[in-house]
């Protein structure tokens, strides 16, 4: 039988011991609440179903999140990156919650929140991490919840598919502006990039239509020149592969020097994004100042909205025409779900037929 006890004017603690249960105790605002509290407990201790919540009404949801950082994150690859979005989330005015406290209406307000400022998939990863962080904490850190919140609530829509195609011209102005220079007497560079390694990734990008952390992960002791190959053996979805290396791509590489550390491009993705949207706007410049002297109309979007992953779907683009098997383009590409790789292919009902004659 509970005990309910008057602990001042606006406070009823009740109080349930049972023996082989650790004690419960919860203070009210009201006497009905504080028995409505105790007659469910007591309800599925009969019932053999009570599991203690003390830990999920007295942990700020922050407080998982910090332990997830900690001991959990690490360990995922693109932990960076993850890491990073965790700490903009624990800002958020539902990080400061009892745990116990938060439902899925909760969550789905905070979806509505950010669809009115962020894209669909951004939202979608961030519910992904909430329900990730609550899931650990129910199955491993003692943090008893009837269910994950998060999971009940439904994922935004969205199709955030880029089509970008990388025009030559585009391509030729890029590489140019990559172009490594000479450090002047005085110790500055010319307009060119002063990182060697960007150009030659942004050509590696277009040749083999590798991810970027692929590239960054790439190793001399798994590249074969002789066989054309380099073995990705960390990949995105986690499975291994090889891939065959273009006559491009293997006289790009044979003109590399070889680091010390063993790295094909011994560099980081911070490095590249900014030397990369510097090269941006040196070619863009470029590109309008000849226009300008040639008298002809440039075009409004050259380059302008050009990202580094679109490399990998010129690239696929390429491949595309040269592998017309799906199968064979998906073991190149590393695409999962090779439904993924259908657009890169736009043959005509007519094409078909003369196939079939």
Known sequence: MATIRNRGEYQWEAQIRRKGYPAQRKTFETKADAQAWARVIESEIDRGIFVSRVEAERTAFHQLIDRYISEIAPKHKGAYSEIKRLEALKRHPLATRIVATLTSSDFARYRDERLKIRKGNTVKRELALFQCVIEVARREWGIHLAENPVRMVSRPSYNDERSRRLDPVEEQYILSALEPCERRSDGSYADASHNPWI????????????????????????????????????????????????????????????????????????????????????????????????????????????????????????????????IELASVTGHREVNMLKRYYNITAEELAAKLA
Not at 199 to 212: F, G, L, N, S, Y
Not at 215 to 243: C, M, Q, S, Y
Not at 246 to 275: E, H, M, W, Y
Not at 292 to 300: D, F, K, S, Y
Request: proline share 7%; glycine share 4%.
């Open 199 to 326: 150009r030659p990734i942004v050509q590696i990008a277009i040749e083999t239509a590798m991810r970027r952390g692929e590239i960054f992960e790439l190793r001399w002791k798994h590249v074969n020149l002789d066989r054309r190959t380099a073995h990705l053996p960390a990949t995105k979805n986690g499975l291994p592969r090889t891939i065959p290396l273009s006559p491009n791509a293997i006289q790009l590489l044979r003109g590399l020097p070889r680091s010390l550390c063993g790295r094909v491009f011994p560099t980081t993705a911070d490095a590249l994004k900014k030397a990369f949207v510097r090269g941006l706007e040196r070619a863009r410049s470029k590109y309008l100042t000849d226009c300008h002297q040639a008298g002809v109309l440039p075009q409004e979007d050259f380059l302008l909205d050009l990202r580094f992953h679109d490399l990998r779907h010129e690239a696929t683009c390429r491949l595309a025409t040269k592998l017309p098997n799906l």
